[in-house]
């Protein structure tokens, strides 16, 4: 019902605009408001979308032996830690912006970072603090007094642990899930990695164990077990779950990215896009790391991501609609390098900056139509989360026009909708008048929680008209608001450390399975190896022969992020070596780890140590099903 008159409405230029006065509706319909539409978030989804972007710590045993993930066989006495500060790197999450800690409170080596009665293999027999340290309490502690949130991630996969893959351990992993969920306060998230069987130490057996993850986890007891505890803490990753893996690690949601999904094991395509209509509320969190790896490595110092890299992330996650989980890994010291932590302050301060004013504010609103004063156009501008615009049941197009006070100039639009009542906009358009008439200047699919919308450059606009061009049901609008970028101030990266590796100078390749193999060795990431292999456990090598003997200690490969296009990581990988390219013997077999899902630099350390003049690298079927396997980089270690 509309309170304009003729008068008002032509002063306003509502009617030249495309956007006739508000149609009155019987009051029946004014006064209440609109059904939920298909799947709704729970209250503590709810205030788990409101966080939007947080951090991840990965610090651990891992830290001190340079390695992704640990085997199990870990000692206890290598986790020390020289200056240790909880302090600084929740300080230099809350700088950038993140508001909250997701701590690695045991990743999948077993070493618990509590001092926990229930194993060994824990920090209370590491040197730290003299064996009396608490590393989730440190932690904790600081987030509180920082004002973040607190949340734990726990790995399900434990290589330690003799009993894993066994009933026994079922039971030891649930009481380590109660003592996180009592001991340390208000948890906002808690986090169950998809990671789950594989090659480990087992308390000694050294061996592969193999689970069937749903069946051995029963995955709605530990969420109910969480949540018994932890009414408000998100649960993440498994089917049942409060928030989903986004599909991929580089932290880029689909676009759109739909918050509903359907009720099965998703593949990592509908990971990242989601399914409009699905029957569940099961939004995604999108996870990267600051580096390229998620623990702390000296010689990625000089490949942290700089502040603009930031911005365009937080367009690829954020904006979509998700939340940003962005890993922070500590050095050696227990504290962030000094690099990191400047780049997450130029971040912030460029974000607090852009988002301190929202220009829309003095705005005027108007729409063609209006479900009655309690859902008037004018609530996109009034601050509130709670209320919204919304027009008739039988309104499901319709359009809302912004006259923008005078001189304001914005690159950003953002829009949301009002959550409690679902997904309702399906497909909207922007269009901007800057004084010669309407112009498209941006469409898309999805907006739920939010979607920003970044221009090409700042511009003056008389107007601004919001149309919803496809919606089952009428729209739930909650804001539309403006602002303008702030530039983060450049951060100088430190110069890549002399590396341990031998360099590409000091070899020739000898044969190989495939053509181009020349990619994996150009130091570019975007580039890759790609080879067709005709089963999932095909193997493809490639032999190197020295100019002069070489003492080789190990290698790193870098898995191709280019994901979804029929390539996939190796499995498995053996290397030989050879003084005259005959007679081969073995330097290291295994598996590398979690590569299908975290595509992050492998690092492998051989446990024998030789001269060699030919090395052959053997990669070993796929990680995951496709009919390529591609590799983006592979560099040679030196002996220690």
Request: charged fraction near 25%; glycine fraction near 8%; proline fraction near 7%.
């Amino acid at each position: 019902m509309s309170s304009l008159s003729r008068r008002t409405l032509l002063a306003s230029g509502l009617a030249t605009a495309g956007v006739g006065a508000a149609r009155a509706v019987p009051r029946a319909t004014a006064d209440a408001p609109p059904a939920a539409y298909g799947a709704t978030p729970s209250p503590r989804q709810l205030a788990w979308h409101r966080r939007e972007q947080y951090a991840f710590v990965h610090f651990s045993i891992n830290t001190f032996t340079d390695r992704e993930w640990g085997y199990g066989d870990e000692s206890p006495a290598l986790f020390d830690p020289t200056d240790f500060s909880a302090e600084q790197i929740v300080g230099a999450a809350k700088a950038g912006g993140l508001r909250g800690i997701v701590l690695t409170a045991k990743h999948h080596d077993g070493f618990c970072l509590w001092p926990t009665m229930l194993t060994e293999h824990c920090v209370r027999n590491s040197p730290f603090r003299g064996g009396k340290g608490d590393v989730v309490r440190e932690f904790e502690q600081a987030c509180r007094r920082a004002g973040l949130a607190f949340g734990l991630y726990l790995s399900p996969w434990d290589r330690n642990h003799a009993d894993y893959g066994r009933p026994a351990y079922i039971d030891y992993y649930r009481k380590q899930i109660v003592e996180l969920c009592t001991r340390y306060g208000r948890l906002f998230e808690f986090w169950f990695d998809g990671a789950n069987g594989g090659d480990g130490y087992y308390g000694g057996s050294r061996e592969t164990r193999t689970i069937d993850a749903a069946a051995y986890y029963d995955w709605p007891s530990m969420f109910a077990l969480v949540h018994r505890y932890q009414p408000l803490a998100c649960t993440f990753e498994p089917l049942g779950s409060d928030a989903r893996w986004v599909g991929n690690e580089d932290g880029v949601a689909g676009d759109p990215c739909w918050p509903t999904m359907p009720d099965h094991k998703p593949s990592q395509a509908e990971g990242n896009a989601g399914l409009r209509d699905g029957p569940l509320w099961w939004p995604a969190e999108t996870n990267t790391s600051i580096r390229p790896g998620w623990f702390y490595h000296a010689d990625e110092d000089a490949k942290v991501k700089d502040p603009q890299r930031l911005v365009k992330l937080y367009d690829e996650s954020v904006a979509r609609g998700t939340n940003l989980i962005l890993n922070l890994p500590p050095d050696r010291r227990g504290r962030l390098a000094d690099v990191d932590i400047a780049v997450l302050r130029a971040f912030g301060d460029a974000q607090r900056a852009t988002y301190k004013v929202d220009l829309a504010e003095g705005a005027i609103a108007h729409a063609d139509h209006e479900r009655g004063a309690r859902f008037a156009a004018a609530k996109v501008l009034d601050g509130d989360p709670d209320s919204y615009w919304s027009t008739p049941d039988g309104v499901h197009t319709p359009q809302i026009v912004l006259d923008v006070p005078p001189g304001r100039s914005f690159d950003i639009i953002r829009i949301r909708e009002y959550l409690p009542l679902g997904v309702r906009v399906t497909r909207f358009a922007v269009d901007l008048d800057t004084g010669s008439g309407w112009r498209e200047v941006a469409s898309g699919a999805c907006i739920a929680a939010q979607r920003i919308v970044r221009l090409a450059a700042p511009v003056q606009a008389r107007r601004l008209r919001l149309r919803i061009t496809d919606a089952p049901v009428c729209p739930a609008i909650s804001e539309i608001a403006l602002f303008r970028q702030t530039a983060p101030v450049a951060v100088a990266l430190p110069r890549p450390r002399a590396a341990d590796t031998v360099p590409p100078s000091a070899w020739s390749i000898a044969s190989s399975s495939g053509p181009d193999v020349e990619a994996l060795f150009d130091d570019d990431v975007g580039t890759s190896w790609r080879v067709p292999v005709a089963d999932r456990s095909m193997a493809v090598t490639v032999v190197l022969k020295f100019d002069h003997r070489q003492r080789l200690g190990g290698f790193v490969l870098t898995p191709s992020r280019a994901v979804m296009t029929d390539a996939a990581p190796p499995r498995r990988y053996r290397v030989e070596a050879s003084v005259d390219g005959k007679t081969w013997s073995d330097l290291g077999a295994g598996e590398f780890s979690n590569i299908a899902n975290a595509l992050s630099p492998q690092r492998i350390a051989f446990e024998t140590v030789m001269p060699c003049a030919y090395v052959r690298f053997s990669f070993i079927g796929l990680a995951s099903s496709a009919h390529h396997m591609a590799i983006a980089d592979l560099k040679l270690l030196r002996a220690g």
